[in-house]
DNA sequence: TCCTGTTTAATAGCGC
DNA sequence: GCGCTATTAAACAGGA
């Protein structure tokens, strides 16, 4: 049987599941990465069915982006600012789909509670980051910066200085072992592989992690050097070191 | 106020 | 029947 076209169902309800709509979307932009009413956007103009019935299916999708794994929000760039996070896919979430199908899932997508735990501390420093970052823009006392303990080595980011205009001064991350690897929270970092476990490392001394050329690390590099740029333009010392060069693809 | 995001619960369909 | 996945509904909190 033919696999349908995408854009041929006119107002029938194309065989996809919301899932599967939601990584279309995200696949489909230059960054990987798109926040909701973005991605509510896509499935609109592409299958007029959703264009009825808005709250139900929107509720769903919204439902399905929380409750699964596979979906990662990452918080918005300092730069831009809007309303709601922006998503993507979990890197480990590619094999989801069967040959490519997006018609249904081989096997639902679990993290184990550790990467989880992992995922979220990162992504709070990360957002936490932001938060410090726009507080500077605006001049204002910055919010306390809360960093995940093992995020931060004491000595390189004390706690956040009383004084309004001091953003707490960070140096290297440091990734303490204890049942996983900690990984830096760039964007890139966690779309890539897990790197190997091995003994604790700053980030000074790592090794290259093996880059992929994915579309995924090209956005995320993207991403990650015009975070650094805004964060040069505001004088503040992110707390993340750059990332390896991508290799030429 | 509306949008975004989280969570819980009920239900249906499918494969084993 | 059971387990898993997907869909739908609803309540609620927080932020722009």
């Keep these: 049987m033919p696999r349908p076209s995408r854009e041929s169902y006119g107002d029938q309800k194309p065989p996809y599941s919301y899932i599967s709509l ?3 979307a995200i696949w ?3 960054e990987r990465m798109l926040p909701l009413s973005e991605i509510y ?3 609109t103009d592409r299958f007029p069915y959703y ?3 808005t709250q139900r299916w929107q509720n769903s999708l919204r439902h399905n982006l929380s409750f699964n794994d596979c979906f990662v929000k990452v918080p918005r760039r300092p730069d831009r600012p809007g309303k709601g996070a922006y ?3 979990h890197p480990q979430a590619f094999d989801m ?3 490519g199908s997006l018609l249904r899932r081989r096997k639902r997508f679990k993290l184990h509670k550790g990467e ?3 995922l979220n501390a990162e992504l709070a420093a990360l957002a936490s980051f932001n938060r410090a970052f726009l507080a500077r823009q605006a001049g204002a006392p910055p919010p306390p910066v809360m960093p995940t303990a093992s995020l931060y080595t004491p000595a390189s980011c004390p706690q956040p200085s009383p004084e309004p205009a001091e953003l707490p001064e ?3 991350l440091t990734l303490v072992t204890r049942e996983r690897p900690r990984r830096a929270f760039t964007i890139e970092a966690l779309l890539e592989p897990e790197p190997p476990r091995g003994p604790a490392l700053t980030l000074h001394a790592l090794p290259s992690l093996p880059t992929l050329a994915s579309p995924y690390a090209l956005a995320a590099q993207r991403y990650h050097a015009q975070l650094l740029q805004a964060a040069a333009a505001a004088a503040l010392r992110p707390c993340y070191l750059p990332p390896p060069p991508l290799p030429v693809a």
């Design 28 to 30: 489909s932009s230059p």
């Design 87 to 89: 998503w993507t896919l």
């Design 22 to 24: 939601t990584a279309m």
């Design 170 to 172: 960070v140096g290297a």
């Design 41 to 43: 956007r896509f499935i």
């Design 51 to 53: 264009r009825r019935n």
């Design 97 to 99: 789909f069967e040959n």
């Design 116 to 118: 989880k735990d992992n």
